[in-house]
């Protein structure tokens, strides 16, 4: 079976990959988050998925697309929903990308996050299979969440201190 993993980030990705592998399932990274702020994190975040994927053998697709104002736009009205936007287009990104590459589903490194909405984005991404006619493959990736931080400092990947958009890193840092 191969699977087109979105990679929001090179620590977030470790366990899934290291999970779906041990399945026997063959996993290529998908790198597509328009939404982080500012540019500069952007940049970290990408080349750290990039530093990972070669670290781990994984060959990985970059989309490196920065559309800050695309993502304002959408949530900026309503910021208290924006993950619902975030989810739904990187989910929809990664499901139209596995389709049109042939591969046999998709799944996601969000799940691996303690700090995210499973249920929200389980039922974007199921969403996003359906649009797409595509498999969402399923998995809660939580229970590695220690083990994927050991692995990520092991490998000296850099970490970030909020989840991405400008909206997280106020409430990271304006507290």
């Keep these: 079976m191969r699977v087109l993993l979105h990679t929001c980030c090179g620590p977030c990705a470790l ?3 290291m999970t779906l592998r041990s399945e026997g399932i063959e996993v290529t990274g998908f790198f597509y988050n328009h939404n982080i ?3 500069q994190e952007f940049v970290k975040r990408r080349d750290a998925a990039q530093q990972m994927a070669d670290q781990e053998g994984m060959t990985l697709i970059v989309r490196d697309e920065y559309r800050l104002e695309e993502f304002l736009v959408n949530v900026a009205a309503e910021p208290d929903t924006r993950c619902g936007y975030c ?3 990187r989910l929809d990104a990664v499901a139209a990308a596995a389709k049109e590459d042939g591969f046999d589903a998709f799944t996601s490194s969000l799940f ?3 700090y995210q909405n499973h249920e929200l984005m389980r039922t974007k991404a199921e969403e996003a299979a359906e649009k797409q006619g595509i498999p969402f493959l399923y998995r ?3 229970p590695g969440w220690q083990e994927g931080i050991w692995r ?3 490998l000296g990947l850099y970490r970030q201190q ?3 958009c400008i ?3 106020k409430e990271r840092y304006c507290r």
Excluded: Q, W
């Design 162 to 164: 909020y989840c991405g």
């Design 112 to 114: 691996y996050s303690r």
């Design 37 to 39: 702020h500012p540019y």
């Design 152 to 154: 990520s400092k092991e």
């Design 140 to 142: 809660d990736f939580r």
């Design 87 to 89: 989810y739904a287009s």
């Design 167 to 169: 909206y997280s890193e």
């Design 15 to 17: 366990y899934p990959l």
